[in-house]
């Protein structure tokens, strides 16, 4: 991603262009967020314990599946929990959708968004709605089921609903990118920002990527904000269309043709190398980029001419094309967990301790 950013400016002209353009964008969140900290726009309080995941770049850090695991956490604690998205970049617009009831997945990719989609279909007791106006489908998801926690998706950004914990997801790889706004560069606002921040999370760490640099720096500019590190760990190999699940192991030795619609791909196919799988080709496409028939038939064309054994790309990029695909390709998807690290188990109960006494205060304040 960074790299992108570098090569855009050094054409110096552009280089011009999206610093002002980058100066306007900078003005206009800060003016934003000014008018809802003096309540001049006003915030919601949504009557139920509100948990927000997000982070201030533009994708790639994980926020999907560290809602998945609040989620499945809250399941397993027999809390009632509504997963509230915006569904970003979904191409079929009703004001508000349930994409899920908690029983039945009731809408597609197309309709939901692929982020609401992928977690309406992994996590299938849990509702998902999506509208932009989020505290509508908040007030929905109390009515209809009843819930006791409600987390926002992608929610940092979205100042109009009142959080009672504000959980912030920094890449630990790519950290700021080149430290610059959009469209100059990867930030959705100001990197002090990271102020109205709860508990800071930073994902992708690795054995050889730590993180722990960068925890030493956003602990002396933040010493009274809790910070975990978390990792991204391959979790299972999907032949969705044979219904086969296999270990990750399973793609060692395996001639693939690899292609992923993400902000970061290059993480995705570092991690297929990891695994062991060889990398024939690897095609990049835009974050949540949806494929058309001609896309489909190229990569499937690619396949055979390399003599490749599989296709393989990633469970969002999966939902985008499932309907699209002959049932006789041999696709395969690999899905991704995201853990708290091992040494810092204290602080992953401490997490899941917060988010318990929340939902108790607020059972005692509301009396659901």
Known sequence: MESIYKSMQSNMFFSFILKMLSLMYTLVTKLRIAAYSIDFFKTVSLPTYVVSVGN???????????VAMIAKWATKNGIKTAILSRGYKRK??????IVSDGQRVLASADEAGDEAFLLAKKLKSIPVLVSKKRHRIGYLALKLFNSHLLLLDD???????KRDLNILLIDSMWQFGNNSLLPAGPLREP????????????????DKNTGHNLLSYLQGIYPEIPILRAGHFPDQVWLPLKNKLYAPKFLSGKRVVAFAGLANTGDFFNMIKDLGAIIIHSKSFPDHKYFNEKEIKELIHLKNLSN????????????RIVGKIDNDVDIAILTIK??????????????FGIIRQGIVNSNETYGY
């Open 56 to 66: 201030i770049t533009t994708g790639g850090t994980g926020k999907t599946p560290f």
């Open 92 to 97: 079929k617009g009703n004001k508000f959708l």
């Open 155 to 161: 929610g940092y950004q979205h100042l109009s609903v």
């Open 191 to 206: 990197v002090n920002e990271i102020k109205r921040a709860d508990i800071i999370v930073l994902t992708k760490c690795t």
């Open 308 to 319: 490749a054994d599989l296709l393989l790309t990633t469970e969002k990029d999966w939902s």
């Open 338 to 351: 995201i853990k708290i690290i091992s040494e810092q188990t204290s602080e992953k109960n401490k997490l």
